[in-house]
């Protein structure tokens, strides 16, 4: 809570040598700062949403414990996915139709908007990295800070007739909600029934989904999700062809890292799965799905490494140069609990105990493998900013921490994880 009121608060200080921006005018600075840690305005405003939104926290405050112990296993899979799209749908929908979930991937500078430019799949991936760095005919930065793989996913989307912003902004809801999903039959493989089970209510209306509805990397994330957790049910040894899982881990992980650079990152859980089960068996298979991502892409002309390289010379020529390290180093974490939630910056602490760790228990495995990627990306200074959204693929993970403190506490827990969410999303109009 100290460190959210420092970041919320220094801002506004306007500080010389504490800020979160510099070399900026009195108005770039409101755009830019005005709500730091978080980007967006603040307005506090309600919608008929707002009374659908608080129906669903109750609903599961009051009932998702008990439930989550009883619900055959199968149903409450798709009993949380479906609770998190609604959850995230009327956060969405407390912005309005169109300013909270249709123009999140309108405008004339996003995928969509790119879409015209684009004639042929292997012509974009041979020629995409040309057009990265500032300049003439360059991608917009929301373009070209990713791989050619999200521009590729909405180009399918377009071609396949789910054309426009509603269709991309469905799809990315849908998807990255499915997250949830995945986090439950992972830990069910690495840490039991009865875990997955304490789990499920928190992955269900966790505060990210403020930005899952709507933003791409909810896309990108449940892709890698879902890899992750082919991987964990091979190495778990609970699929009937753990070779074929394996396999199918290693496409999904190696063709997330053609949508977004950062989620190279998900090597470190993908570590933790091995050490958690003590089976390093399904690396081969998942290394052989990797590779053939990677030949596919690298044969059309596009090397992985080579856009890295030109997305940083991008980012450090743009607005990463004016967002000073001394107040995001610590301001990304205080985004960062914002998406996760007060109760789980709380529950992290039981992740790291010495105990559960040296018995190879999953879940705090897990977590521990996360918290040491969300370190990683922030000592890198790669990640300045906005990482509510951009470290979304990993606090779908770090949400269910809660999990970890006594079940007397869960509803409680789940009441303010609920309202976490609900400040952020009735106070700021957030920009993702």
């Known amino acids: 809570m100290a460190l959210l009121a420092a970041a919320f608060e220094i801002p506004h200080l306007h500080l010389a040598w504490l800020t979160p921006v510099t070399h900026q005018t009195a108005g770039q600075y409101r755009v830019l700062a005005r709500t730091a840690p978080i980007l967006g305005n603040w307005l506090p405003h309600a919608d008929w949403s707002t009374v659908v939104a608080v129906l669903v926290a109750a609903t599961v405050i009051l009932t998702g414990p008990a439930a989550a112990r009883t619900t055959p296993w199968r149903w409450l899979v798709l009993g949380t996915w479906a609770t998190s799209a609604a959850w995230a749908m009327s956060l969405a929908l407390i912005d309005g139709w169109k ?152 496409l999904l992980l190696g063709g997330s890292i053609y949508l977004d650079y950062g989620l190279i990152l998900m090597a470190i859980p993908v570590l933790a799965v091995v050490i958690v089960t003590r089976n390093a068996r399904p690396l081969i298979g998942a290394a052989v799905g990797a590779v053939l991502v990677a030949a596919l892409f690298t044969a059309w002309g596009f090397w992985w490494f080579d856009g890295l390289s030109l997305v940083r010379q991008r980012y450090w020529a743009g607005i990463a140069a004016d967002r000073p390290f001394a107040y995001w180093v610590w301001g990304n974490l205080a985004s960062l609990t914002c998406a996760i939630g007060v109760a789980a910056a709380i529950g992290l602490r039981r992740a790291f105990n010495g105990t559960a760790l040296r018995a190879r228990c999953g879940i705090n495995g897990l977590l521990v493998a996360f918290v040491l990627v969300i370190v990683t990306a922030d000592l890198t200074g790669l990640s300045k900013g906005e990482t509510e959204r951009i470290w979304l693929p990993f606090a779908v993970w770090l949400v269910v921490a809660p999990a970890l403190l006594p079940r007397r506490s869960h509803r409680f827990c789940i009441g303010v994880q609920a309202l976490g969410a609900l400040l952020i999303n009735s106070l700021l109009l957030t920009t993702w």
């Open 99 to 250: 300013r909270g979930f249709v123009g999140r991937m309108a405008g004339g500078s996003g995928y969509l908007a790119t879409i015209p430019r684009v004639t042929s799949v292997p012509g974009l991936v041979r020629g995409f990295a040309s057009h990265i760095v500032d300049g003439p005919g360059s991608w917009h930065i929301s373009v070209a800070g990713d791989p050619p793989g999200a521009l590729l996913t909405f180009v399918g989307l377009n071609r396949i007739g789910l054309k426009g912003p509603t269709w991309a902004s469905g799809f990315c809801v849908l998807v990255g909600t499915s997250a949830a999903a995945a986090v439950l039959i992972t830990i069910r493989a690495l840490s039991g029934e009865d875990t997955a089970r304490r789990v499920a209510p928190f992955a269900a209306i966790g505060p990210t989904a403020v930005w899952i509805a709507v933003s791409a990397d909810a896309y990108f994330g449940a892709v890698a999700a879902w890899g992750l957790t082919l991987l964990a049910l091979a190495s778990a040894r609970t699929l009937r062809a753990p070779a074929v899982g394996a396999l199918g881990a290693g």
